[in-house]
């Protein structure tokens, strides 16, 4: 029989850890703020609560880009103040804490957008933290609020346009770049815990490094230029898919393009072009605005001919007339865009957009929504169309009764398509196989294994 320890020498019962609810709303850069102030509090000790009641302190990272989203957020925050009672608010929301706090008085705290030690010095203000150095173990990639099997990547904050209908600078500040070495050991750290894609996010990634003067940094001692294209060659050697998000269509973008064509990295760029008559993109103020961008295009197919493009755009933006909505309308015809959202122009606080005459009125924006809309719905429904018979990889998302959820190169998650595997219940997230395309409609595609068994990393 084992003699037990005297008790001086037994370790006490340790106090149960404080929890922490979070709710994460707008954009994937938020999402990794939030990943970022998760991270810190695990390695303090902290759980996160899964619900309002089992929560100490409830954290709302908010959306500030809209006024629809401000709407939500403070929606948002409402909700969490009458379920819970102890609130921290921070994100892009809190550079206006004066509304915060006027229609949420009982808001502990306010924080603006990147302040994460502030938002955990408030929450220890708030519940302290109960640090067990025996318990408490954080994984190298840190916590994730994405699925295991993909991951965004955040490669600087900031941006230095001034587009008249966007106040991200005034919030976010200028481009700030993190370091190509930095950047890529975190997405060893990602690809050595199970991602097998990448999605990599910024307010302007094909600026990336313009800050830093491309200076190099060492990455597995190797000499890599903070730069857009090393960064992207850098990323296809992980063995992962790797995509790109909010680039803008700089001439060095085309650099890129032979990546995609040697199946490196996605044939998908991100591009939030939000219009195409030139006077409109002027009054925007567009960066890139007097760029070619049809001919980019058709150059870069010629390159990649399996390249997909997503984009958004503005209608209804103030002096948009019929004649330049039906120009943008004829260039989506030409473009033959792969995927396309679309927004309703509303003035945003503090944005100089705000300012402009020949406001249109909101019948006109939702007739010319529609129109849009209707216009990309038959353009995508012929490029899937097109993908029918032939034989793509995909990524296994979601599995229920039915079968599996997927998506392709051409569907980046929670905002593009989806391929349904009808049947295939068998099949786990994460699993990468090659499918026949059967069926296909205005957005989705469906299709059958065309090999038995799948690729688990």
């Known amino acids: 029989m084992e003699t037990p320890l005297p008790t001086s020498h037994r370790k006490a019962a340790s106090p149960p850890a404080p929890k922490v609810g979070f709710v ?16 810190k509090l695990r390695a303090e000790g902290y759980e996160l609560s899964p619900d309002y009641e089992g929560a100490d302190v409830v954290v709302v990272n908010t959306c500030g880009f809209l006024d629809s989203a401000k709407k939500e957020s403070l929606d948002a925050i409402g909700e969490a103040l009458a379920e819970n009672g102890q609130v921290i608010v921070t994100g892009c929301l809190g550079v206006e804490e004066e509304r915060i706090r006027a229609e949420h008085p009982g808001v502990l705290a306010v924080t603006g957008p990147q302040q994460y030690e502030r938002v955990v010095s408030e929450i220890h203000n708030v519940v302290p933290p109960a640090h ?26 900031g941006c230095n346009h001034s587009c008249a209908f966007c106040i991200i600078p005034s919030m976010r500040g200028k481009l700030a770049s993190r370091s190509s070495g930095d950047v890529m050991r975190e997405a060893e750290r990602l690809v050595e815990a199970g991602v097998r894609e990448l999605l990599v996010i910024s307010q302007d990634t094909s600026a990336y490094g313009v800050d830093l003067k491309f200076a190099p940094s060492t990455w597995n001692g190797i000499e890599l230029k ?3 294209f090393d960064l992207a060659e850098a990323l296809g050697s992980l063995g992962v898919w790797v995509r790109f998000h909010y680039v803008y269509p700089y001439p060095h973008v085309d650099q890129v393009i032979p990546l995609m064509a040697e199946g490196r990295i996605l044939p998908y760029l991100d591009i939030p072009f939000q219009h195409a008559s030139p006077k409109v993109l002027k009054a925007m103020r567009r960066p890139a605005h007097q760029e070619k961008t049809l001919e980019r295009i058709h150059s870069w197919r010629e390159v990649c001919p399996e390249l997909g493009i997503r984009s958004s755009f503005i209608v209804g933006f103030p002096g948009e007339t019929e004649e330049d909505f039906v120009f943008l309308l004829e260039w989506l015809k030409e473009a033959k865009l792969t995927r396309v959202g679309c927004f309703k122009y509303e003035d945003v606080a503090g944005a100089a957009s705000n300012a402009l005459t020949d406001q249109l009125p909101e019948e006109v924006k939702d007739e010319r929504y529609a129109r849009l809309m209707e216009t990309q719905a038959a353009v995508s429904a012929e490029l899937l169309s097109a993908r029918v018979g032939k034989t793509i990889e995909v990524l296994v998302d979601e599995v229920d009764e039915e079968g599996a959820i997927a998506r392709s190169a051409w569907d ?9 595997l ?5 099949l786990e997230p994460g699993d990468m196989l090659q499918v ?17 068994g799948r690729d688990v990393k």
């Open 422 to 426: 009808n049947g295939q219940t068998e």
């Open 226 to 228: 903070t730069r857009f």
């Open 24 to 39: 994460s709303l707008g954009c994937p850069k938020a999402l990794v703020d939030s990943e970022r102030i998760i991270t």
């Open 132 to 157: 067990d150095p025996y318990m408490d173990l954080i994984p190298p990639q840190g916590i994730r609020l994405t699925p295991r099997h993909y991951a965004y990547l955040k490669i600087s904050e």
């Open 436 to 452: 026949r395309v059967e069926h296909a409609d205005e957005y989705d595609l469906w299709a059958v294994p065309q090999e038995v």
């Open 412 to 420: 980046a998650p929670e905002i593009d398509g989806c391929v349904f």
